[in-house]
């Protein structure tokens, strides 16, 4: 896969990962007002439908349905973990939340490498590398911020200081 062209799934992947920091970032606003437990429910119930009408629409022929694996799918992998996310958002900025899921790729890559023996080709080690590097361009702002933060409270100390040695001096 790593030769091919870019394709139709391509864009689809740039949709989804355009869509999902919109969800990722209005997840960060709602996560503060309401609890999560119910926004998580709230989130499923869609998830829900919307799943059940594509499968209705596919009808695959099945010869059995794997039920616990449906169930634990649902719940943990599904449920479980969107309510993880909305604990997490709520004391999470959405940026750092988003640099979070941007690492998903990466890894899945490592994690590949070290079960699976997969071994990443230009291309993949191409999209690793571009990647990490917009996750750590992503943090520069953040930390410059804080940077000037701390200089000023710095600074804001050090002419407090100034300030009540003249006074004592007088």
């Excluded at 919109?22 to 996560?31: F, T």
């Excluded at 750092?96 to 890559?109: D, H, K, N, S, Y």
């Excluded at 911020?145 to 409270?153: D, Q, S």
Aim: glycine share 8%; aromatic share 12%; proline share 5%.
């Amino acid at each position: 896969y790593d030769r091919d062209r870019p394709n139709r799934g391509d864009a689809w992947t740039m949709v989804t990962a355009v869509t999902y920091a919109i969800y990722i970032i209005r997840l960060g606003v709602v996560a503060r007002e309401y609890r999560a437990l119910p926004l998580a429910v709230v989130q499923m119930i869609p998830v829900t439908i919307l799943s059940a009408i594509w499968v209705g629409a596919q009808r695959p022929h099945i010869p059995y349905w794997p039920w616990w694996t449906l169930v634990y799918l649902g719940l943990f992998t599904t449920a479980g973990t969107t309510w993880l996310q909305t604990i997490g958002q709520k004391t999470v900025a959405a940026p750092q939340a988003a640099m979070i899921f941007t690492l998903e790729p990466v890894f899945a890559a490592v994690f590949g490498f070290i079960f699976m023996r997969e071994v990443l080709g230009q291309w993949g080690m191409f999209g690793a590398g571009m990647i990490l590097a917009a996750t750590v361009m992503s943090q520069i702002p953040d930390l410059l911020a804080k940077a000037g933060e701390r200089k000023t409270a710095a600074t804001d100390e050090n002419q407090m200081n100034t300030d009540q040695n003249l006074k004592m001096n007088r």
